[in-house]
């Protein structure tokens, strides 16, 4: 049975988690991963470096940074995640003539993440969940399909590999057809990892402290006695927190912070 992998996408650290088998354990990549020392969690840390202006050498995780040891690294760019929903083009680093973009570090990162999983399972990717900021939701959500159609056909020759690859997946899985591809809340990610009873219904109020902003969120589960679940983020409230920019606004948003409600069931793409 084929692997079903999760990616939870920070703005300082990523972690990978994958289910085989109703087994599931969080994934350590040594090579780009830090051990976070209380918990002992394998964090990757969510930065790219370049080492040439065609994106061909790229250095991701603990390994871009021990290279930017001085913070004088050219090619260097962290923090994507936050502008990947909303200023996609913004542009974080350079190298040379090149600019980088959130969208180019994010693809960069996650084309090198990618492999980097496929190195260590020994098989191809074929399903894939990334946890999504709700506020931005259907423009990070269009971004993250973009980077993976984009990996999933860099080059000719690795198209070949890969169509090859698929052949002998589909000969040992039958139902396997490419890369399936699903998006969920944060909040929701949040609830279901701290062992929410899916078979009942509950609201609950999930905190998710980050390293740009900190969400609040209403989620309300439907189990029961459905033969599936439903979810749905009711509403949700984000602030810059680290900014301290709603310390001095009398409001309850001010232009930095924004106020969000939504209500997003489990999508998935094909």
Not at 22 to 37: F, H, M, Q
Not at 79 to 85: D, I, P, Q, T, V
Not at 90 to 99: E, K, W
Request: aromatic share 10%.
């Amino acid at each position: 049975m084929a692997a079903c992998w999760a990616i939870d996408l920070g703005t300082s650290n990523t972690t990978i988690c994958t289910n085989r088998d109703g087994s599931v354990r969080t994934v350590n990549l040594p090579d780009i991963a830090r051990t976070e020392p209380v918990t002992e969690t394998p964090l990757i840390p969510s930065a790219v470096c370049l080492l040439d202006a065609q994106g061909e050498q790229v250095l991701i995780g603990q390994k871009a940074v021990a290279y930017n040891w001085d913070g004088q690294a050219s090619g260097f760019a962290y923090g994507f995640k936050r502008y990947l929903g909303t200023e996609s083009q913004r542009p974080l680093a350079r190298f040379g003539d090149v600019t980088i973009t959130a969208r180019d570090a994010a693809f960069y990162f996650l084309r090198e993440l990618f492999k980097a999983m496929e190195n260590h399972a020994g098989e191809p990717i074929t399903d894939l969940t990334v946890a999504v900021p709700c506020g931005s939701y259907e423009t990070y959500r269009a971004e993250l399909l973009s980077i993976v159609r984009r990996w999933r056909k860099p080059a000719a020759w690795w198209w070949e590999v890969w169509q090859q690859l698929m052949t002998l997946v589909r000969r040992q899985h039958p139902s396997a057809k490419g890369v399936t591809f699903r998006t969920v809340d944060e909040p929701v990610a949040s609830a279901l990892g701290y062992g929410v009873n899916l078979e009942r219904d509950v609201a609950l109020i999930a905190f998710d402290f980050g390293a740009g902003s900190l969400e609040v969120a209403a989620v309300r589960m439907e189990g029961g006695k459905r033969k599936c679940w439903q979810n749905k983020v009711c509403a949700s409230v984000a602030m810059m927190w680290m900014s301290g920019c709603c310390k001095s606004s009398s409001q309850n948003r001010c232009g930095r912070c924004r106020l969000t409600v939504c209500c997003s069931n489990g999508r998935q793409s094909g």
